[in-house]
């Protein structure tokens, strides 16, 4: 670090209505700050963009406080030590933190989790290996439940969570049904990641397209959009399924409900005579399985038995950008943004 | 038994459109059918009324098969078994069994449990003792969970299944809110089942009054009704409510959908930001747990700690406008038919 450099931060400009625009973001510049005693100073290698942060955009209440006007955007960061005035430190480890989508950032060491190298791509930390991962063993496993040779459908498959739960479904022996936006993300479901089918919700007819590739109906659906793909799923639950409800992408720009008839009833009718399970979750409602997911996706990624996929924006000042196509799914794989 | 005797039976004489109205059923004469070896006459004492009786006389697939034009009713009955050509019954032995709208029936012994009067009036075999009180505690305790201070919201609580809910929910420590149609019901609630507030759901401005009698928000929800009760509950769900789905009854007789705005993605959403479970489930999804709960809801029966209604009808041939009205909330307490 030389004395002259800056910290760049992107900071939240306004309050999104609707989709966020660029204008709802602003870069500013700051010192690198110094740390004091028990200290370290970190800086950003990646920074993690996940469509959760729709929500700490917006004044309304979500999982957690929204990010003040003029605070920087939150976010997880795969970061080097720089300078570190704590002995549990020293400078070139590299740690995962939540330091958000700036360059440099302090920490007492709280929170922090040291990454080896060695073990795995550190950008994995943030993906396969991180909270998307964790949230899709978590998810797929505790509310999803599958069994051998059952039909489980997984919403946004290509992205980070639905490809790691298409994965999982496919090792515990279920036939899997990927949806992902799109004919190349179709193609490496099937041909990459193995799956039963892959079927595009950009093309019409997904319900009948859908049923066709769900002869015995679906046991699990993995939600992660809402919408026109839950609409298409909706009717071919089986009896006892289970949804375990992970997002819903589609709705976060949502300013107003949609003309009717209303479904309410439909649905609250349907979970009562196919006997079905709706369940809302984030991943730290599982935080007590870290280990047993790092331990057991580890184990699969090493054999060779799962692959992940990274979708690398280069340099912060991209982040906004790649970060409002996030949302609707110009990603291929998990979004990163690396910095210098 | 004279020999002059017939079996009066109820039969489906046609499929209700919306409300199911007198001429939906029809009385019919048979001859008392004669036991072959193996078999048992069964005369019926008491036959239960429960609003699932509702889904059998549609077409459409429900829990089971449809009860077939110009069939008897199915439902449960006590009765006592008149002729024995079977070496496990005995002459004047009374049985639990599931023999439908009929003064007598054949039986091959399978699926009968004898019951003792010694132990519990015979007729709560069919209620706190039978397939509502199980569906009451297998329920809220599988799905509902509650925990001490939590509050816990029972629709139709002055029905058989809401009662045993809600005096469950007591047991287990926590706030219980108490929802029926009209001033005397709620007042039972209050007065002898010892509920922290009953709220008539007749009344207007139920959701301003439910907000007020949960201060804390709803934990719990036990759904046996839907439709404007659900619509008051629904905003107040807590973070990782859970609403076990027991019935919607409110929603039985429904022909088409409301108009909107669609409400679908409003639940979608919400059960993801607030962690929601909705579970449906009916009594055999938990025929395990019977002994259980046989040995755990009698013991606070004996203990007086629980209480029961029966909201008695004389003569098979009252069935009928006993359940129409059932299914419209002039029940308190238990519907049962007396036979002679």
Redesign the interface.
Known sequence: MTMAERNRRIVLAARPEGEPKASDFRLVEADVPMPAEGQLLLRTLWLSLDPYMRGRMSAAK??AEPVAIGEVMVGGTVCEVVESRNTKFRTGEIVLAYTGWQDYALSDGAGLRKLDPAEAPVSTALGVLGMPGMTAYTGLLNIGQPKPDETVVVAAAAGPVGSLVAQIAKIKGCRVVGIAGGAEKCRYLVEELGLDAGLDHRAGGLGDRLAKACPKGIDVYF?NV??AV?DAVFPLLNMFARVP????V??YN?Q???????????????????????????VS?FAAQAADFRREVGGWLKEGRIKYREDVVHGLEKAPEAFIGLLIGRNFGKRLVKLR
């Open positions: 979500s999982y939600e809402g919408g839950w409800v992970c997002g819903v589609a709705h949502d107003a409900l949609p003309p009717g008839p209303d479904r309410m009833s439909l649905l609250m009718r349907n979970v009562l005579f196919k006997r079905l399970t709706l369940r809302g979750f984030i409602d």
